[in-house]
């Protein structure tokens, strides 16, 4: 993230030149001073699992060397020119270090270096500086540090399929079969698929007919033969027919967009924001439908993936990304579009400011906090807008959706509360459920859309449903029911009655707390409870739960069993464990039956007009 010229895009060129060795984007420094005094380079730094390299290998030793080292330098171990930038390093590798263990990941660092036009090298950037490499790589393994960069640069680029999506492409040769974006992306050479079609015996045939036919034509000529050049290849094989078909068949080929009623256009007559979300839909595809390890070898780069695009798409490209990454496929990308820090709970943020080593690192399950602790880190010079503006973005892509087309949007607490709502409805192409992490932001986003919407009620299309849980420690908040495509509520439960409702959020009542884990059905919540506790190892809770049963199945979760409060503590407590209450959503998900689906969801879908 970050405002123009900052070089946000610049870090993705680059790493195309060193996966893919496409051309270097070079700045006036070194094309004014020349390479001898403003030397390029390109250092990436690798976090691998140690598991993808064979033990016994000689690679295995050389990096075991390297990341000892680098697991355990500190910044002041750097030469004071290095300083800065050594200081970020470690801040950066101890933040990893408390879920990534130096028993189980390499830190690989390896780049190249310009030397003129036409020549490279290799190069460690800063760790250079360290002498301990070259001293410990000769030791203990018997090599110096070009043969470890030579080994290391090997295995990173043929461990890493790097796929580019720059801002500024040829749609039509980027979406062509034949093309090595979409090669790539397929995992697959077209080359190699057409030779698999002609098998050599058929080749050994061909040529023989060949050969037969030209010997009939020169014995027909008495003074004249038909004779290959000295350097030309004489007889057809298998990449001449591959280099055909794939010229005959394929150039032809165009990528067109099917839309209702069956009408297709080609990618070249489609809008620029059309072609974008082309771009993506082919990505998402096909990474996706890849083999899991395949899909963990690619690192997906896409600079501005919004642009173009009107504000009411921006959310629907992000979350196609953020459906790519979650199926193990790293994703990189450059933005203005913010809006995504709110939805997206697993991942990270670069903010560059512009400034020399202003660039700050957020994490986007705690973004928040982050922010705050860098406006304090940086007495306030941490634009402090960042956070503003990721709701704003996110508020103008919900509020266009709603008023140029039909959408149905549920805005709830936290990504358990989604997976339930997707469970109950099935899904739909235009209903959209966000969870923005938390009571307050659910409010948030509700007040700014009320007030956004309140003169244009008559023009809104869609439907919005805020949804909120009955909190132990409940803050009133006044909403009012003025915008009729517009509703916020709260579950409660209702122990006179035995139901989950919905309720105001006017509504005195506030007792007892109520989650969403609390409106279930009490079997199935059961059954999922006793799976995820099987999965995660906690057999004392296990024993608990194997011992409980329901006391009236009619009633809701959260009123159905009789419990202690050593059990109802229990409970709370196990769904407190990290990502418990998410794993039990899956399980739930995977065990709930239809007829199963609580009442008060029953509500959510008529408002919702699903």
Partial sequence: MGDNGVGKSSVLEA?????????????????????????????????????????????????????????????????????????????????????????????????IKKLSKTSQG??????????????????????????????????????????????????????????????????????????????????????????????????????????????????????????????????????NLIAEGGVQTPIYDLSSGEKRRAIIDIAKAFLTGASEERRAQVILAVDEPEISLHTASCFPQFEKLRYIA???????????????????????????????????????????????????????????????????????????????????????????????????????EKLVILPVSGAPMVKKFYTYIYLALLDERSDVKGRIYFLLDTDEEHEFYEARDKIPSIRIRRLLNDSEEGCTKLVSITNSKVSPPTEIEDSLDAEVFLLSMREVAREIGTPDFLDLIDGMSINDDSLPSGLAFDWRDSERKAVANFLKMPSVKVRLAEAYSRLHRDEKTPQWFREVKDFLLL
């Avoid at 700045?27 to 390029?40: A, D, M, T, W």
């Avoid at 460690?124 to 000769?138: G, K, T």
């Avoid at 860098?374 to 010079?381: D, F, H, V």
């Fill in 326 to 428: 979650e199926n193990h496929v790293q994703v990189m990308l450059t933005t203005h579009w913010y809006g995504f820090m709110p939805i997206v709970s697993n991942g990270s943020a670069t903010y560059i400011s512009g400034g020399r080593n202003e660039n700050y690192l957020l994490n986007l399950k705690r973004f928040r906090d982050d922010i705050s602790k860098l406006r304090a880190k940086t007495k306030g010079s941490l634009p402090s807008n960042i956070e503003l503006k990721g709701i704003n973005d996110l508020v103008q892509s919900v509020i266009s959706s709603v008023m140029g087309g039909e959408y149905k949007w549920i805005i709830c607490e936290g990504v358990s509360d989604k997976i339930y709502l997707e469970c109950f409805c099935g899904g739909g």
């Fill in 122 to 255: 290799f190069t460690l950037s800063v760790f250079e500086s360290i002498e301990d490499f070259s001293a410990r790589l000769n030791d203990e393994v018997g090599i110096d540090l070009d043969e470890y960069c030579q080994a290391s640069f090997r295995f990173v680029k043929n461990g890493y399929n790097y796929i580019y999506l720059p801002s500024d492409i040829d749609f039509g040769q980027y979406t062509k079969i034949e093309g090595e974006t979409v090669q790539a992306l397929m995992g697959e050479k077209v080359e190699e698929v057409v030779r698999d079609f002609i098998s050599d015996h058929q080749v050994r045939e061909i040529n023989q007919q060949l050969n037969s036919f030209m010997d009939s034509v020169s014995s027909r000529l008495e003074n004249y033969e038909y004779k290959k050049p000295a350097r030309k290849q004489n007889l057809f094989n298998q990449t001449h027919f591959a280099s055909k078909v794939i010229e005959a068949y394929f150039s032809s080929k165009v990528l």
């Fill in 15 to 111: 790493l195309d030149s060193f996966f893919n060795d496409t051309e270097w984007t070079l700045n006036h420094n070194v094309l004014e001073k020349g390479f001898s005094e403003r030397e390029p380079y390109i250092c990436p730094v690798f976090l691998v699992e140690k598991r993808r390299v064979h033990k016994s290998s000689n690679l295995h030793k050389y990096l075991e060397v390297v990341s000892d080292i680098v697991w355990q330098i500190e910044a002041e171990d750097f030469i004071s020119s290095h300083a800065a930038v050594a200081k970020l390093f470690c801040e950066h590798r101890d933040d990893l270090s408390k879920k990534h263990s130096s028993e189980d990941y390499f830190i690989v660092p390896i780049g």
